[in-house]
């Protein structure tokens, strides 16, 4: 078994949360803001309100990545804040209420 030195693996798993609160980040807002659409409002307030909790999300999303104690629990932790978002999303993707 080959040796990684700690530097390598500690960089790894630096690079690991930056990639996960930029593209993760990014992915859980953009679910919210189709997801906000399968709310019962109209489609202006659905956008409005989708618009604004994206980035209360992101926000959130990037504090969280970097708040747990490794990067395994991060990636874990937007993959499951994502499955709700995308059942919603989904629910408007296929009555076609978002392009």
Avoid: E, K
Avoid at 74 to 79: D, H, K, M, N, Y
């Amino acid at each position: 078994m080959i040796a990684i030195p700690h530097h390598i693996l500690r960089t790894g798993a630096l690079l690991s949360r930056i990639v996960a609160a930029l593209f993760g980040g990014y992915a859980l807002a953009a679910l919210t803001s189709v997801a906000t659409l399968a709310l019962p409002m109209t489609d202006v307030q659905g956008v409005l309100t989708g618009m604004l909790a994206s980035f209360i999300v992101y926000t959130c999303a990037v504090i969280w990545v970097f708040a747990v104690r490794s990067a395994t629990r991060a990636w874990l932790g937007l993959l499951v804040a994502a499955l709700p978002l995308l059942l919603m999303a989904w629910s408007v993707w296929s009555r076609g209420g978002a392009a």
